[in-house]
T-cell receptor, first 114, second 111 residues
């Protein structure tokens, strides 16, 4: 089945220790997104890739970076995690074709910062 | 400033009855609306959508209604089943392909 896969599902890191979350997709979608979701909050878009073009949201902290080495993979790097970065991180994909407006989500990675 | 609002954090209904989840938006440029369903420890899954040129879209037990003048949409689930218990997110799309989400409503369907 075509899907969006996120690894790991649970990640524990120490305050200030860099961490990388990964996302892969078999849908061959050209747009990939990273969201941060905290408890009882709406998913918050951090950035997205439209093909190879990186698009950062204005309020995304510099602490968050992303890489997309190819169509299938996308990584979220948190350079110096703080306690406030503990959250669920969701990867999503979509096609940019006008007829397709749905985003398909992975299961998420729950990040804990000690 | 929340552009998509789900004012009810939770809703509880009896199995077999109708569930109505509500969503309000403020941006008149939104042209496409989606509902996502999320179980614990899983990512949101797409449920149903509606274009701004329509006022109703139905898919099995799920119907979404859009009232553009009121900037309001609702999701109706009839009949509700215990397996429908989840968090439901309303999302809206504007001129680009990015989605703006509400905070979600936790639906509990009691047997």
């Amino acid at each position: 089945d075509a899907m969006v896969i996120q690894n790991p599902r649970y990640q524990v890191t120490q305050f200030g220790k860099p961490v990388t979350l990964s996302c892969s997709q078999t849908l061959n979608h050209n747009v990939m997104y990273w969201y941060q979701q905290k408890s009882s909050q709406a998913p918050k878009l951090l950035f997205h890739y439209y093909d190879k073009d990186f698009n950062n949201e204005a309020d995304t902290p510099d602490n968050f970076q992303s890489r997309r080495p190819n169509t299938s993979f996308c990584f979220l790097d948190i350079r110096s995690p703080g306690l406030g970065d503990a959250a669920m991180y969701l990867c999503a994909t979509s096609s940019s074709l006008p007829a397709y407006n749905e985003q398909f989500f992975g299961p998420g990675t729950r990040l804990t910062v000690l | 400033d929340q552009q998509v609002k789900q004012n009810s954090p939770s809703l509880s209904v009896q199995e077999g009855r109708i569930s109505i989840l509500n969503c309000d938006y403020t941006n008149s440029m939104f042209d496409y609306f989606l509902w996502y369903k999320k179980y614990p420890a899983e990512g949101p899954t797409f449920l149903i959508s509606i274009s701004s040129i329509k006022d109703k879209n139905e898919d099995g037990r799920f119907t979404v209604f859009l009232n553009k003048s009121a900037k309001h949409l609702s999701l109706h689930i009839v009949p509700s089943q215990p397996g429908d218990s989840a968090v439901y997110f309303c999302a809206a799309k504007g001129s680009n392909y990015k989605l703006t989400f509400g905070k979600g409503t936790l639906l509990t369907v009691n047997p």
